[in-house]
Structures are given as structure tokens and as C-alpha cells.
């Protein structure tokens, strides 16, 4: 069974820096790109990024290019975001998920990011 | 620019059939798109990969309920004998090829 599973969330104040994780298992972690995406609280889902099986590639949402790195270790079958210098609006449910055939075919469950004074 | 756009709501009867729409903005009605089921307090799930063809792969443990179609830039999700726990939100998707990934707004399914 294909689990993900996020942490690491929490509250942090504004211009400061968090990293989340996302623990894959079930499947061959290092031969699939994976993405992030988020949900403020009460809206809709918004892709972050996205990176490919072996970590070379990284693709980012103009809100957060430049803020946010995105990276794994595919010998922990771990997914990273590094999300620095961090405002308001980033306040949201961070989800990882799978990609397989082209399609976000499997999500975790998130982990609430919260930035506030 | 890419879009994707939903209705914010809709609503049907327990048993009866709903058609959610999702349309493409202008110059990108040959792209396909996924249906994504959000339940409340859940994260999401992948229902489907709906072609401009109409044809759809559904993903592993989706009920024959749930169908999709495609009319030009529109992009359909049927959900038949509707059933309590169809109540949900629903986000089509895309991608911007090479570049990122795009959502629609979602439909807030009831279920009455």
C-alpha cells in the first residue's frame, strides 16, 4: 500500500523558516517525481512544486520561487520543502503526492503550517 | 494563461446522479485534466484522468460510479447512485507542460 505521511509543520512567525517532510513507503520512492501542494485554510488547492526521481530537477510556483527549495533523499524515501522567509499567505495544509502516469495519483494525509506573530 | 474553472457548488439527491463541470480556458481545449476528491477534513484522493476524447483511467478502487466525459474545452465528472460519502469537494487539474501544475477552484458537492 503506497503511504505518505508529512511532518514537521507548526507555527512560525512571520519572515522565519520551517522545513517539512514527507515519508514515503509502499512503492519505489527514487523512480517517481514528486510534487507539493497546499491549501490555505477554508480554500482551494494550489500546486508549490515539484521535483524529479533522481533530485535534479525542481519546478516552483512564482509565489514562492526564490523562498521555498524542494529536495529528497531517496535513501530515506523522503520528500523535503525548506520554506524560508516566510509571510502570511503561506499559511496553509501542505500536502506531498505521488506522480505516476503523469497524474497526482497518491496524496498523504498534510501538515498544517502556520505563520503568525 | 492556463485556467481551469469550476462552479463553487452543487447538490443532488442520495441516489440520483450529478455531472460536475470543469471548463479550459480558450486555446487549451485539447488538454487532458484529473478529478481529484477531497472528503471533509481529509486530504485529497485521485479519482481519474479524463482525456479531450472523453476517454477516462480511473485510479485503483474507484467505484464504476464515478465516470467522466469531455465536450470540447468542458470536462465532465458523473457521480451515479450518489451516496452519503460523495459529499465532498471536487478539483479538476492540469498541467502547464514542462512547468507546473494548475487547479480548479472545486465544487463543493452536497449530498441532500
Known amino acids: 500500500e503506497v503511504t505518505l505521511v508529512e511532518s514537521g509543520g507548526g507555527l512560525v512567525q512571520p519572515g522565519g523558516s520551517l522545513r517539512i517532510s514527507c515519508v514515503a513507503s509502499g512503492f519505489s520512492f527514487s523512480s517517481n517525481w514528486m510534487h507539493w501542494v497546499r491549501q490555505a485554510p477554508g480554500k482551494g488547492l494550489v500546486w508549490v512544486s515539484r521535483i524529479s526521481s533522481d533530485g535534479s530537477r525542481t519546478t516552483y510556483a512564482d509565489s514562492v520561487t526564490g523562498r521555498f527549495t524542494i529536495s529528497r533523499d531517496n535513501a530515506k524515501n523522503t520528500l523535503y520543502l525548506q520554506m524560508n522567509s516566510l509571510r502570511d499567505e503561506d499559511t496553509a495544509v501542505y500536502y506531498c503526492?505521488?506522480?505516476?502516469?503523469?497524474?497526482?495519483?497518491?496524496w498523504g494525509q498534510g501538515t498544517l503550517v502556520t505563520v503568525s506573530s | 494563461q492556463l485556467v481551469l474553472t469550476q462552479s463553487p457548488s452543487a447538490s443532488a439527491s442520495l441516489g440520483a446522479s450529478v455531472k460536475l463541470t470543469c471548463t479550459l480556458s480558450s486555446g487549451h481545449s485539447n488538454y487532458a485534466i484529473a478529478w481529484h476528491q477531497q472528503q471533509p477534513d481529509k486530504g485529497p484522493r485521485y479519482l481519474m484522468t479524463?482525456?479531450?476524447?472523453?476517454?477516462?483511467t480511473k485510479g485503483d478502487g474507484i467505484p464504476d460510479r464515478f465516470s467522466g466525459s469531455s465536450s470540447g474545452a468542458e470536462r465532465y465528472l458523473t457521480i451515479s447512485s450518489l451516496q452519503s460519502e460523495d459529499e465532498a469537494d471536487y478539483y479538476c487539474q492540469t498541467w502547464v507542460p514542462g512547468i507546473r501544475g494548475v487547479f480548479g477552484g472545486g465544487t463543493r458537492l452536497s449530498v441532500l
Open positions: 479524463l482525456s479531450s476524447d472523453g476517454s477516462h
Open positions: 503526492a505521488r506522480v505516476e502516469a503523469l497524474e497526482l495519483n497518491s
